[in-house]
């Protein structure tokens, strides 16, 4: 061993200590504040499905390949980061001796070749994601970047940081060359060849290449393990833990979507019945009240800003982002932590946990964190303002889009439980709906003798529950479906559609009640509870005596489809629920329908979230509506799982939209840009959200918004287009 490389060893060491003892103790106050979460004992479940879709999601970046480029590209950078990790560990050898290299597999040339291409492929991927984020950065007048918020310094340093660790490993393994100490062949490493034909024969060179490596790699550690939330360096290590303990593993999508989470207290879902407010979680005040798995999701956000670029809200200029709704999170528990981590805090009724003489050492930074509350205006220091929380509309796109699943849509419903439950905070105009589910059972408190209206003029009995027992589908009309005017002819076509086809089916009539799904949304889950309980017990006695397989509901609103096949599971009731635009298109399939009139004019369709995103019932409405025009559907840009949202959902139906451009006339401006003269949709709320839209744009002579079932009833029975007689318009 020559002075250069004892000099590069004894650096290499040194600098190695200093970083593994700060990442020992960053790894340790990590690990600190996400125990200070709530309990989550379903996240152990099945452990083998668990493993074997975070294998999936993170060898086979199935979520990040959605984004064909980037995905591509973060691909070969990530494997470029395990796989070229042995080459830093080899580069300890490398100080020490100019020939040095990893014993045993460092000699094979399979590994020379696999680690040189490796290489290639991570530099040209890292140098794809460096353009992206350049052209991407906030700021430039073109573009709404979806990096708005983030750290950008963290995300530049963390890129160059992975270009000149790359960089310097052909520079070493140029200087072998070099100095006739490489082991592989021209085929196997083409580059590293090219490179050592460049260098000068100097032996020390590989020591002193070697030892810029190592401390290329242990500054960014050394960085990291000083900024714990970093989330751009650090999500590649808490990714794998995060999609392992994600809610549903056997989830294609995000496993945030469909149901919500129940609300828990102490890691159990709540009884109401027996629930005191003293004694009890409701919803989440603090942030030390999201589970332990919230505080992982929000430790793991990688700043990459997917869901923010697909955010309803976000793209009309309301105040919520998802990303830094969850950074903002992040920064509070963090700050916040060493005041919990030395026993200070709140108990459930507001007292502080911490004697006097605990919080006289506590940090005082910390104790300010603590004074924050969590909902509040900028004024009064609130983490996360008002307009933030209430301007989701659940519908998911965060959720779909995360690459490492953090689950937003949980996290907001959570804080939203404590502000209406305890607080009795929320935009006053919910406050009517909510009334009115309370009092008269649907959210437009309409008298509940007037749900069966809408079968009067059909030409065709509708049978009732109780009337009948030889039904194959319970048809679950929805508050909508009874009651408002445009919905109420989706329903009249659907009971058309089943009647032309046979099926037998029948209706709870005045024993239907609102499933829950705006209170539930909106936070009010002893409301949801009360309908739900009440809506279970009376289809379990619709249902009494058959098996799930035989208790079979169909649905024409995807909010109701959702709660009833994805939530009510949750309280006891076990149907098989199907979507309208499901069971047609199997009904056109079999033959028991037939279209016959082609629908003129182009057709372009609207993919509702809780239909599509939330279910991923995608293919369904196209194969009716495929049919029904009997050629191609013409479709907007924002399709499928990035369809964008029409504005209603999250119970954002009863509140008005007062910031930024309204969403619904977003959408409306994409539908109209197709040019297709039928706007169709497979949900009531889509129908009325576009059809104010279609009206605001003064387009309602040239533009139909209309529902995927009135389109099939149109061809099927092209004498009977609208399958009802007239209705008064309804009320924008």
């Not at 409701?282 to 997917?306: H, I, M, N, P, Y």
């Not at 989706?490 to 009647?499: D, Q």
């Not at 539908?671 to 949900?683: P, R």
């Amino acid at each position: 061993m020559g002075s250069v490389q004892i000099v590069t060893t004894i650096l290499a060491a040194a600098i190695t200590a200093v970083a593994v003892w700060l990442a020992v103790r960053a790894v340790m106050k990590m690990t600190a504040v996400i125990r200070l979460g709530q309990p989550a004992p379903e996240r152990f479940g099945d452990k083998g499905a668990r493993t074997k879709t975070m294998l999936v999601e993170t060898a086979g970046h199935t979520r990040m390949l959605k984004w064909s480029v980037v995905g591509a590209a973060h691909w070969f950078v990530m494997v470029g980061f395990v796989v070229l990790s042995l080459l830093v560990l080899e580069a300890y050898f490398e100080v020490v001796s100019t020939g040095g290299g990893l014993p045993i597999i460092g000699h094979w040339t399979i590994f020379g070749l696999v680690t040189e291409w490796i290489g290639i492929l991570g530099l040209v991927g890292i140098g794809v994601l460096m353009v992206i984020r350049l052209r991407n950065r906030p700021g430039r007048a073109e573009n709404r970047s979806r990096f708005t918020g983030s750290t950008m310094w963290q995300g530049y340093f963390v890129e160059w940081v992975v270009l000149l660790v790359l960089i310097f490993g052909f520079v070493i393994r140029g200087f072998k060359v070099a100095t006739d100490h490489f082991e592989y062949p021209v085929w196997a490493a083409p580059l590293s060849h090219a490179v050592g034909s460049v260098l000068p024969n100097w032996e020390a060179g590989v020591s002193v290449a070697a030892l810029i490596k190592i401390a290329i790699s242990m500054t960014w550690l050394i960085v990291i393990s000083l900024n714990v939330t970093m989330g751009v360096a650090w999500h590649r290590f808490l990714a794998f833990p995060n999609i392992f303990f994600k809610r549903d593993p056997e989830k294609p999508a995000g496993s945030g979507l469909g149901p919500l989470r129940p609300m828990t207290s102490e890691g159990k879902p709540l009884d109401f019945e027996e629930a005191d407010p003293e004694k009890d979680q409701f919803g989440v005040a603090q942030v030390e009240q999201f589970s332990w798995k919230g505080l992982l999701d929000f430790s793991t956000c990688t700043e990459c800003g997917r869901c923010q670029s697909q955010c309803p809200a976000w793209n009309t200029g309301k105040p919520l982002s998802p990303k830094l709704l969850v950074l903002s999170l992040r920064d509070h528990a963090y700050a916040k932590a060493p005041y919990l981590l030395a026993g200070g805090g709140k108990d459930l009724t507001g007292e502080e946990k911490a004697t006097e003489a605990q919080l006289a050492h506590m940090d005082v930074l910390a104790l300010a964190e603590a004074d924050r509350p969590l909902i509040g205006t900028a004024e009064s220091g609130g983490v996360i303002d008002p307009d933030v929380l209430w301007s989701c509309t659940t519908c998911g796109a965060c959720v779909e889009q995360c690459p490492v699943d953090i689950e937003h849509v949980d996290h907001i419903v959570d804080m939203r439980r404590y502000q209406v439950l305890i607080e009795s905070s929320f935009p006053s105009e919910a406050g009517v709906m909510l009334r009115n589910l309370e009092n008269k059972g649907n959210p437009w408190g309409a008298p509940q003798n007037t749900r069966e209206d809408w079968t009067k003029g059909l030409g065709f009995e509708v049978p009732r529950v109780g009337e009948v027992d030889d039904f194959e589908y319970l048809f679950w009309v929805g508050c909508a479906g009874a009651f408002e005017d445009r919905a109420k002819k989706t329903t009249r076509a659907v009971a058309t559609l089943l009647n032309e086809a046979g099926v037998k089916f029948a209706i709870l009539g005045e024993g239907e009640t609102c499933s829950g799904d705006p209170a539930r949304r909106i936070g009010n889950e002893f409301v949801f509870q009360m309908l739900a309980q009440q809506n279970v017990e009376t289809l379990n006695e619709a249902f009494e005596g058959r098996e799930k397989s035989k208790r079979k509901i169909v649905a024409t609103c995807p909010h109701c489809f959702n709660t009833l096949g994805n939530e009510y599971g949750q309280l006891g009731g076990e149907f098989e629920v199907v979507h309208h635009t499901q069971l047609l298109a199997h009904l056109v399939s079999a033959g028991k329908l037939t279209p016959v009139q082609p629908v003129d004019g182009g057709v372009t369709y609207h993919d509702p979230c809780y239909l599509g995103r939330h279910n991923r019932i995608f293919a369904a409405p196209r194969e009716v509506l495929g049919d029904s025009i009997q050629g191609e559907l013409t479709e907007m840009p924002r399709n499928s799982e990035r369809s964008f949202c029409c504005g209603a959902g999250g119970a954002r139906m009863w509140m008005e939209e007062k910031i930024g451009k309204r969403i619904n006339v977003d959408r409306v401006e994409e539908a109209m840009s197709t040019g297709a003269k039928t706007i169709a949709v497979g949900c009531p709320f889509c129908s009325t959200m576009l059809s104010d839209g279609v009206n605001g744009k003064g387009a309602g002579e040239d533009v139909e918004v209309v529902d995927v079932a009135s389109v099939l009833l149109r061809s099927v029975k092209p004498e009977a287009p609208a399958g009802e007689p007239e209705v008064a318009p309804a009320a924008s």
